[in-house]
């Protein structure tokens, strides 16, 4: 997926170790303005 200027991007993830052992997760999006020149 590309992630253009001016687009809300909702991200969750989940960290694997080399086992494929779960060593973090986010289930609940995280969104957040790409390209908002506000920081």
Do not use: H, N, R, S
Request: with cysteine.
């Amino acid at each position: 997926m590309k992630i253009t200027p001016q687009c809300v991007v909702a991200l969750t993830w989940t960290l694997k170790d080399t086992l494929g052992d779960v060593l973090d997760e986010l289930d609940e999006p995280i969104e957040f303005l790409l390209g908002g020149d506000d920081l």
